[in-house]
């Protein structure tokens, strides 16, 4: 992200790979609890340790434009295969009635996820199929250290059936309003093909990964 907003910075004023910062909310210790912040133009990590350990890596916003630079392509790429795994049936099932204009649970909007949930339910998937879901969402847990990573998407997995996918527009995630969803007990992750802001001929991506139970390590009740 930050090499493409130095690209993006060659060709409008207001972006820069400068233009990141850091932060901490309580004091960085192997006891206790405190959360460190990654901040800047499509970036926004938040994790939460406490007595050492990650408690929470999320909410994980990122974005990207122009998409050929491939920082965020294992992740579309995996939302893509995830799709591609469904047949005609399930897709149909996995539509959604309407599209968005943005990542629908993004920045600003902590807990302001749907009432009812929308989609394909996993457990009515195969196991290569129910793969293919745990292979997307590691993409963003992936961001924390191997062991913490391991056990989020272990409990992601043991909620794996009651997780529903969703989509909008195109599978392949290429063009303006593209748009597909994983909504579990737990897990929440968007990813959303925007117009380009930059390069208006083009898209750029949004995405969003959050935790309706350990956003902000569960420091906050958004209720």
């Keep these: 992200m930050i090499e493409a907003d130095a690209d993006l910075g060659k060709n409008r004023d207001g972006y820069s790979s400068a233009n990141y910062i850091i932060a901490f909310l309580g004091r960085p210790s192997a006891t206790g609890k405190w959360q460190l912040q990654l901040g800047g133009h499509h970036l926004a990590i938040n994790l939460t340790f406490e007595d050492g350990r990650v408690v929470g890596a999320s909410p994980n916003f990122m974005g990207l434009e122009p998409p050929e630079n491939t920082t ?41 996820f749907p009432a ?18 745990i292979s997307a969402i590691q993409n963003w847990v992936q961001i924390v250290d191997d062991e913490s990573a391991k056990t989020i998407l272990s409990s992601y997995a043991k909620q794996l059936d009651d997780t529903y ?8 995630l290429k063009n303006r309003g593209d748009y597909v969803r994983i909504d579990g007990p737990q897990v929440w992750i968007e990813f959303i093909c925007q117009p380009g802001a930059v390069y208006p001929q083009g898209i750029h991506y949004h995405t969003i990964y959050r935790d309706c139970i350990k956003d902000y390590g569960g420091s906050f009740n958004f209720k």
Excluded: C, W
């Design 116 to 133: 009812k949930k929308s989609g394909i339910k996993a457990s009515s998937l195969n196991k290569k199929q129910k793969a293919l879901i």
């Design 165 to 172: 996918i969703a989509f909008y527009g195109g599978t392949e």
């Design 72 to 112: 965020l392509k294992s992740n579309h790429d995996a939302m893509v295969a995830m799709l591609a795994s469904l047949n005609t049936a399930q897709l149909a099932q996995a539509k959604l009635a309407e599209g968005f204009g943005d990542v629908y649970v993004g920045p600003g909007k902590d807990g302001r």
